[in-house]
């Protein structure tokens, strides 16, 4: 390739890049939002699957086991 051409690829490159972290930028909030909610909700749906599989855990030798004994 020439120079010329070389040149030409380097500058399409920038402005691509460019292009792509300045939409990047404009999305992220709004993704990063929907993600938190999308979490938010998953969890809550699975909230009693979740503390049902935490209830038949096992702790041996745990330090928050004896927080959780009855005194």
């Known amino acids: 390739r020439s120079a010329h051409q070389w040149d030409s690829l380097r500058k399409e490159a920038l402005e691509w890049g460019q292009m792509f972290f300045d939409e990047y930028k404009t999305l992220s909030p709004t993704l990063t939002d929907d993600m938190t909610r999308n ?27 004896t927080l959780l004994e009855d005194h």
């Open 39 to 65: 979490m938010l909700k998953i969890l809550e749906e699975r909230k009693p699957e979740i503390i049902h599989q935490a209830a038949l855990i096992t702790r041996t030798n745990d330090p928050i086991d």
